[in-house]
């Protein structure tokens, strides 16, 4: 006797041992919206792009590792923001678990800005852009961009003579850009929103659109050996030593 249950009559089991492909629609089903839309998000990143057994043997490079090295110190920023924040703005001026998780926040946003440097650089010499990966670039830079804002408010939400120098200098450059209206570095109710809730998000929300689009184009390879005419050419000065050295044998 089968253990086979039959939820709807008329319904095909599917045999023991063979893999259901949840992404497939049921029959009829097809032109359902939440189909459509799992269909194309199948399609743009399969599970085996998503999270790859295997990468190219070029990534073992070092020039590989700041990218991930740049997510790991952002993961210890978030974690390290958060215990301050749960804590006050002011926690790490009064307690020495407070001053320890405050220098942990502030190296890993040194070590992120190092990694960040680094990986943008790698990438612009290896001219990542290429293969239709425009778009992955250009969401590493404007992340890059964002970040410079993060850290900008962060020391202005320092609640020290650091930050009160920083804040009063800034507004004079922002007040003459126009905007000093609109950001308020001496506001340090808006500067706290800002660091701890907006451009965090902003700055996730890139990472992580940036990774989803590393994963659907793949990690970009290295640029390709130069080929034609000026493959096997050498340098002039070696071409003009080689003529003299010929010369003298002569």
Do not use: C
Request: hydrophobic share 50%.
């Amino acid at each position: 006797m089968s253990d086979t249950i039959i939820e709807h009559p008329g319904e095909v089991p599917a045999p023991p041992g063979d893999p259901v492909d949840d992404a497939r629609p049921a029959p009829g089903d097809e032109r359902m919206w939440t189909a459509r839309l799992r269909g194309a998000a199948v399609r743009a990143l399969p599970p085996s792009k998503l999270l790859p057994d295997r990468q190219p043997s070029y990534v073992a490079s070092w020039v590989y590792i700041f990218g991930i090295l740049s997510f790991a110190s952002f993961i210890v920023i978030l974690l390290s923001g958060v215990v301050l924040i749960v804590r006050g703005p002011s926690w790490w001026h009064e307690s020495q678990v407070g001053l320890f998780f405050n220098s942990i926040h502030l190296w890993s946003v040194e070590l992120f800005f190092f990694f960040m440097v680094l990986h943008l650089w790698g990438k612009f010499f290896m001219a990542a852009w290429r293969g239709k990966r425009a778009l992955t670039w250009m969401t590493g830079v404007v992340t890059f961009a964002i970040s410079i804002g993060a850290a900008f408010t962060g020391y202005i939400s320092q609640q020290n003579f650091d930050s009160q120098w920083i804040s009063t200098q800034a507004k004079d450059g922002l007040n003459s850009t126009g905007i000093g209206a609109l950001f308020n570095v001496l506001n340090f109710g808006q500067m706290l929103l800002w660091h701890v809730l907006l451009l965090p998000i902003a700055v996730g929300v890139l990472i992580a659109v940036h990774l989803l689009l590393v994963r659907r184009r793949g990690v970009v390879p290295p640029l390709p050996e130069r080929t034609g005419r000026h493959a096997g050419s050498r340098p002039r000065a070696a071409r003009g030593a080689a003529t003299a050295s010929e010369g003298l044998g002569r």
